[in-house]
């Protein structure tokens, strides 16, 4: 499979032979799902509690006694039912989400992606980025060079650059990443997928 690799103007520099096992496969949706679960699965704290009756203040002594007041016996003023009482079968903030799902799986999915990404024509590769500075402008004529500046674009990079890092941040729709935080859900969540060439070769040394 051939891409091409064009410069940050949006010239055509060369062709660039991509490996087929990763970006010529046929998508696995079930293993993207899967994996996208888990991960959404991973980002959640599980740390909601509420208060049981032992851990209520009060309550220490019946509210009155057991019998003859032609009233229902009570123990204590924090039992569930009462006003102010303990909550009973609520959140103990003990709660574990975590999925667990196997290396083949995760390693299918995430080719997957790449691949949805290059099949659909939705990947662009460029040389590399050359910023002196940190620069919001020049990131944004990038974007607009490549006529993706009104797309969701993930920006994958070999190293975390934080120049190039530092001149996406103030961009609407725009995430920049290095190929070790690549992931699942942030390139489905993409529209268009932008990465360097360095990139490219260092993702097909550990998913080839």
């Known amino acids: 499979m051939k891409s091409q690799v064009i410069d940050v103007k949006g010239t055509k520099l060369k062709d660039l032979e991509l490996n087929d096992n990763i970006w010529a496969i046929t998508p696995h949706t ?4 899967d994996v996208i679960l888990a991960q959404q699965a991973a980002a959640r704290q599980g740390t909601s509690k509420v208060k049981t009756r032992a851990e209520v203040s009060g309550g220490g002594r019946k509210p009155w006694k057991q019998k003859g007041t032609g009233r229902a016996r ?3 003023i924090r039992a569930p039912q009462w006003r102010g009482g303990g909550v009973a079968f609520g959140p103990t903030g003990e709660k574990n989400y975590k999925l667990t799902v196997n290396k083949k799986v995760r390693v299918l999915a995430m080719k997957s992606a790449l691949a949805d990404k290059a099949q659909s024509e939705n990947l662009i590769i460029v040389d590399k980025f050359i910023f002196s500075e940190p620069s919001t402008k020049q990131m944004s004529e990038v974007l607009t060079n490549l006529k993706i500046d009104n797309q969701k674009v993930l920006i994958v990079t070999k190293e975390s650059d934080q120049l190039v ?3 996406g941040a103030n961009i ?5 990443i290095s190929k070790n935080q690549i992931n699942v859900l942030d390139l489905v969540n993409a529209t268009k997928l932008l990465v360097t060439e360095e990139a490219i070769q260092a993702l097909e040394e550990v998913y080839a």
Request: glycine share 6%; hydrophobic share 40%.
């Open 172 to 176: 609407q729709k725009v995430n920049v």
């Open 165 to 167: 890092v530092k001149s």
């Open 30 to 33: 079930q293993a993207m799902f």
């Open 74 to 76: 009570q123990g204590s």
